[in-house]
């Protein structure tokens, strides 16, 4: 397996649109960096989050998201409650190509915060918006500002590709298709 470089990303984004919106080079502009970087590309936070709620005492079943776990907020600051989580989406729209798998990491900037980054592997072929995963390890109540930069994909380009197909567009938690 190969990681593949920010010239591969480049192209792939401008023929194949990987990656849309896509930001060509890593941009700082007084911020926490966002766009492409050497080996991967630094995805930023929309402005909707779902924030974890227990007010109505409500079971979390992974299969079948009842809306009464989570207060929604489309919004320009978003507080993580401690010891608690939040749920985003990537600003871009992502395209993976069938011989790659991309691995997101959280950026370091947020895991000094106590602020750990959740992300599923994106598999071969899959596409859509990227769900994030914000928990918050901390006691304390972390403000989270969107279009930042959350996480850092990294593109693995796969030596031969699996016999197993990647399921296509469902549902996720955003009412949107995937």
Known sequence: ???????????????????????????????????LSSYGYDARVAPEFKIFTNVDSTIVDPKDFNPKNFVDRETDVCIIPPNSFALARTVEYFRIPRDVLVICLGKSTYARCG????????????????????????PCPPRSTPMKARA???????????????????????????
């Open 115 to 138: 602020i750990i980054v959740n992300v599923t592997p994106l598999e071969p072929g899959w596409e859509g918006h990227v769900t994030l995963e914000f928990s918050n390890t901390t």
């Open 1 to 35: 397996m190969a990681i593949l470089s920010d010239r591969w990303i480049r192209e792939a984004a401008q023929t194949q649109g990987m990656i849309e919106p896509f930001v060509e080079a890593q941009r700082r502009d007084g911020c926490i960096s966002y766009g």
């Open 152 to 178: 850092n994909s990294c593109f693995c380009r796969a030596t031969n590709r699996a016999r197993s197909a990647t399921p296509t567009g469902r549902a996720n938690i955003w009412g949107k298709r995937a």
